[in-house]
């Protein structure tokens, strides 16, 4: 096979095979994320409330785009690489970030569809390097791999997640500047639980929405952080080798290796409600809290702060889960997630938001943030670990039903009541649970033979 002379690759394909190489890289990957993410997760946070309708369907077309790159990302990254994965898909995030300047549906749509369609490309180009170091330095360090890559995927979601408090505390200070005395807020009938869309809600009026320059301050800082990402990726990240590169395989069996998996291996469709679930709950705090508990009671300028309490908790839960999982295990932490989980989408069922309950704006977000900081790592090394010898397909499969999950929240937000979203999301915690519950006692009955690490 001939050597990929992608234009953008940088540098030789070189595998870093001591611990200062996968070093760098890892917080390569870690700076990577908190700048692109400070910006995305900001944003996120604030398109159902600061552009309501339109600002959900972009999330919804931004992650439809991930399901559909999640199926071609084997065959992008068979081409460019790794690293020049994560640089394209860098620029398509700067891109869509600039369609906020003028949220059109003719601008804001087409600018979320380009950073969908690189956004699977972006998450799974992440899955192989941090598989691919993990399973270095478990070599070089003569340890488990399955502890290494839990310990490595813990501070990736570390610093992915501390984005949260980052993005949100740039948005809560630059709107506090630009709000008015005191937005209006619900009544407490329509907040909460009994939240539909459709209902006359205060943010939608255009006097309780900040000022068009403060918004374009917001962005101008958000972009700033997507193009510093870029940078970080050009010039700090250090290309690794993998099978796109050095394997025998042409772009079409790169291509089908994702749906092949799917189709051929039970585990891997045993975990699509898992990865769908990993979507979904998290919609439910960045659409339907945010919007339906927070905006509607308290206003929008309070969304970020509430936000940052889910950021400070999943930050510090992240790392704990990759340490907690080598003496717990996965599965005692799967079902304190699932507990935890369950006891707050009923707390959000029968909770009535009040302003003078303010804790609660701010426990349930820090609380839920736990349970997702155990989902988003012990997923990623499930996965690492299930499938160790074809990690491309297998993330790009939990990628793109994530994605899924994603989409489908996003597209029934404006359509469906809060307490029918809220069972529809416990329902899929409960069959997601039996199906991973299923999994892992059959790779325990059967472990997975690691192939040697090519040095």
Not at 114 to 143: E, F, K, N, P, R
Not at 291 to 311: K, N, Q, T
């Amino acid at each position: 096979m001939e050597e990929n002379t992608s234009l953008l690759v940088l540098e030789d394909m070189v595998t870093p095979t001591t611990k200062g190489k996968i070093y760098i890289n890892l917080t390569a990957i870690c700076l990577i994320w908190v700048f692109a993410f400070t910006a995305y997760s900001g944003l996120q946070n604030l398109e159902s409330s600061l552009n309501p309708d339109i600002g959900v369907y972009s999330l919804a077309v931004i992650t439809a785009g991930g399901l559909v790159s999640c199926i071609l990302a084997p065959t992008v990254i068979y081409y460019i690489g790794p690293k020049g994965a994560l640089i394209l898909s860098s620029i398509c995030l700067s891109i869509f970030i600039a369609t906020n300047y003028y949220p059109e549906t003719y601008i804001l749509l087409p600018g979320a569809a380009i950073y969908g369609l690189s956004s699977g490309i972006l998450w799974t180009a992440q899955g192989v390097y941090i598989s691919t170091i993990s399973q270095q330095y478990a070599a070089v360090v003569c340890d488990s791999f399955d502890s290494v890559l839990s310990r490595f995927f813990g501070i990736f979601c570390m610093a992915f997640q501390s984005t949260q408090i980052w993005g949100n505390l740039v948005s809560s200070v630059i709107l506090q500047t630009g709000q008015s005395e005191k937005n209006s807020t619900g009544s407490m009938e329509t907040c909460g639980a009994n939240f539909c869309p459709g209902m006359a809600k205060p943010t939608d009026d255009a006097s309780d929405k900040p000022d068009t320059e403060v918004v374009d301050v917001l962005i101008s800082v958000y972009l700033s952080c997507s193009i510093f990402s870029l940078l970080i990726t050009i010039f700090l990240l250090r290309p690794i080798a993998s099978r796109y590169n050095s394997d025998v395989m042409s772009s079409r069996t790169a291509f089908l290796a994702t749906l092949k998996l799917l189709l051929t291996n039970s585990n891997m469709a045993l975990l699509v409600p898992l990865a769908m679930y990993s979507g979904m709950e998290q919609v439910v705090l960045y659409a339907e809290f945010t919007r339906a508990y927070v905006a509607c009671e308290l206003g929008l300028e309070w969304v970020g702060y509430a936000m940052i309490c889910f950021g400070l908790a999943n930050t510090a839960a992240s790392p704990l889960n990759g340490v907690l999982a080598k003496w717990l295990g996965r599965s005692t932490l799967y079902i304190f997630a699932t507990l935890l989980n369950a006891g707050f989408l009923t707390v959000l069922l029968f909770w009535t938001p009040r302003d003078h309950d303010m804790a609660l704006f701010f426990i349930i977000p820090g609380a839920w943030a736990i349970g997702d900081a155990i989902w988003q790592t012990q997923n990623s090394a499930l996965i690492g670990y299930a499938f160790p010898e074809n990690p491309e397909a297998a993330f790009a499969n939990l990628r793109m039903f994530e994605a899924l999950g994603f989409s489908v929240a996003y597209l029934y937000s404006n359509s469906l009541c809060v307490n029918v979203k809220l069972y529809m999301v416990g329902g899929l915690l409960l069959v997601s649970v039996i199906l991973v519950t299923f999994v892992e006692i059959r790779l325990r009955k059967a472990p997975p033979k690691y192939r040697k690490v090519d040095q």
